[in-house]
T-cell receptor, first 119, second 113 residues
Framework: NAGVTQTPKFQVLKTGQSMTLQCAQDMNHNSMYWYRQDPGMGLRLIYYSASEGTTDKGEVPNGYNVSRLNKREFSLRLESAAPSQTSVYFC??????????????????FGDGTRLSIL | AQSVAQPEDQVNVAEGNPLTVKCTYSVSGNPYLFWYVQYPNRGLQFLLKYITGDNLVKGSYGFEAEFNKSQTSFHLKKPSALVSDSALYFCAVRDMGSYIPTFGRGTSLIVHP
């Protein structure tokens, strides 16, 4: 049961380098998300994709770009890495929420994270 | 707007004792509430959710949570803590019609042998 797979698991970059974090899910979920986790700050949403073909900014999008390559894959790109982007990055996916009174929201499924250090 | 607060950064409890991890929320409509657990070097794992119905929700690993609308709270509980319950716990809230849940800052639960 793969669920949500993130690659790489660890990465060290120098300031100014670029990098793409990969995420793939095998649950046929419509929605995908990128978060960063920093000590004492919980999870902060960077970008999300409600469905294939759409992407939207979250709480902290500056310095990042995303691509929803297909229904399975959602990548996060750092164009010019900065030390402030040192963090643990999590990808998640979920069923699309129903905008009706039935609304049985399904939980998000998370990958195990990418630990990124920028020197 | 939606928000969630976990007022305790850390909770310490002895093995075998009951545990409570607190969560309060604010939403404009009906809340949809979740608890997740994170073990070291892993992603978040879903524990339980409240959508509607009974105020006491039962979830994985013997955890339960009590929804209290008047106090806008959704505290996580377990009758008898295990050392293996030691982890980081996140509460999340989602307003109906929102794609995006808001997570609390997390509470570190430490269960002492």
């Amino acid at each position: 049961n793969a669920g949500v797979t993130q690659t790489p698991k660890f990465q060290v970059l120098k300031t100014g380098q670029s990098m793409t974090l990969q995420c793939a899910q095998d649950m046929n979920h419509n929605s995908m998300y990128w978060y960063r986790q920093d000590p004492g700050m919980g999870l902060r949403l960077i970008y999300y994709s409600a469905s294939e073909g759409t992407t939207d900014k979250g709480e902290v999008p500056n310095g990042y770009n995303v691509s929803r390559l297909n229904k399975r894959e959602f990548s996060l790109r750092l164009e010019s890495a900065a030390p402030s982007q040192t963090s643990v990055y999590f990808c998640a996916s979920s069923e699309a929420p129903l905008l009706t009174t039935q609304g049985d929201f399904q939980p998000q499924h998370f990958g195990d994270g990418t630990r990124l250090s920028i020197l | 707007a939606q928000s969630v607060a976990q007022p305790e950064d850390q909770v310490n409890v002895a093995e075998g004792n009951p545990l409570t991890v607190k969560c309060t929320y604010s939403v404009s409509g009906n809340p949809y509430l979740f608890w997740y657990v994170q073990y070291p070097n892993r992603g978040l794992q879903f524990l339980l959710k409240y959508i509607t119905g009974d105020n006491l929700v039962k979830g994985s690993y013997g955890f339960e949570a009590e929804f209290n609308k008047s106090q806008t709270s959704f505290h996580l509980k377990k009758p008898s803590a295990l050392v293996s319950d030691s982890a980081l716990y996140f509460c999340a809230v989602r307003d109906m019609g929102s794609y995006i849940p808001t997570f609390g800052r997390g509470t570190s639960l430490i269960v002492h042998p």
